[in-house]
């Protein structure tokens, strides 16, 4: 036998790989493909949700929309007359009055102020709470879930006692520093005065969301990101500007949404902060629609009011939405 004989063998064919099967196959039949109904579990689980929500707020909404187009007053909704429909009149009406674009300027004005004090309180106290020891973090976090979940008209209460004319603490603590007498000063004697009072109120219970949002949020930036930043020559705010911002992007953008969809909404404080009866340089979109539908009983043109806050939302959802179709397409 040579050399050549000895050194060279012969190797097996390699087996095909077997194809993965589906399925039982039946002879005859081609194979099954994989079934497609996962598709339709999630809307399976999401229905209940979805029912609720059409059950709570698709007949008011629709019964908005049905008002705003109709002329409705007290002696429709005692049945001694039927409801006319006007088309467009009730929304002619209100778009051409002045005080309807006074209530929406001011609105605005309102909803910019309040949401901006609260980013940006809600932003530093979260920055905060990350440099302080533990015990010190969750006696804040402790004072921020209390403010959060007091009840709206004792947090008002609260504050209608602060600022009171009379008896109002801030008053007081005010007149003890040299110079300055604010003893029987009225906070609501203006409305631009009066007004910043109830935003603090809005800030003050709104902020706690805020910063616990934040502070789950700063837990995930990188640290080696923070780190190399500083190598390279960054300072605080350079690590903030381009380190911590960009990743706590998304979380900003839903969080400034939701308060601009609640401070816009804001009622209660309002109401109760002026006794029932707000006055005319206090009214807000949600207090001008109800004063117009049950002061003045003239129920459809505050529904008429209600629909344009409505739109006016759906338009800052709208926003929002493709803010998050951006972000989404950067990462």
Not at 9 to 33: D, I, L
Request: hydrophobic content about 55%.
């Amino acid at each position: 036998m040579s050399a050549a004989e000895t050194t060279t063998a012969e190797v097996p064919p390699t087996r095909p790989s077997p194809t993965p099967r589906t399925g039982p196959e039946v002879p005859g039949k081609p194979a099954r493909k994989p079934s497609t109904g996962g598709a339709a579990v999630p809307w399976a689980l999401l229905a209940p949700c979805l029912l609720v929500i059409v059950l709570v707020m698709g007949y008011p909404l629709v019964r908005l929309v049905t008002l705003s187009f109709q002329s409705f007053g007290k002696s429709e909704l005692w049945g001694f007359k039927d409801a006319e429909w006007v088309g467009l009149k009730n929304f002619n009406a209100i778009l051409g009055d002045g005080e309807f674009w006074a209530v929406v300027v001011r609105t605005v004005v309102f909803t910019a102020g309040a949401v901006i004090l609260t980013m940006v309180l809600g932003m530093l106290i979260a920055l905060l709470m990350q440099r302080v020891s533990g015990w010190v973090k969750a006696l804040i976090s402790i004072a921020l879930v209390a403010s959060w979940g007091m009840p709206i008209i004792v947090a008002t209460a609260i504050f209608k006692w602060i600022f009171d004319t009379d008896y109002g603490v801030l008053n007081w603590l005010l007149s003890k520093l040299p110079g300055v007498e604010m003893v029987g000063h009225n906070w609501f004697a203006s409305g631009p005065q009066g007004l910043a009072v109830i935003t603090l109120l809005v800030v003050w219970g709104a902020v706690p969301f805020v910063v616990i949002t934040l502070s789950a949020g700063l837990t995930q930036v990188p640290k080696e990101m923070e780190e190399a930043a500083r190598l390279d020559g960054a300072g605080a705010w350079g690590v903030f500007r381009w380190v911590t911002l960009p990743i706590l992007k998304p979380i900003l953008v839903m969080l400034t949404t939701l308060s601009v969809i609640w401070d816009m909404g804001v009622f209660p404080q309002v109401f109760v902060m002026r006794g029932g009866n707000p006055e005319a340089e206090f009214q807000l979109l949600t207090t001008y629609s109800y004063q117009k539908a049950f002061v003045v009983n003239d129920y459809s043109g505050g529904s008429a009011i209600a629909l344009v806050t409505v739109l006016l939302l759906l338009g800052v959802v709208a926003v929002y939405m493709r803010q998050m179709l951006k972000i989404g397409e950067v990462e």
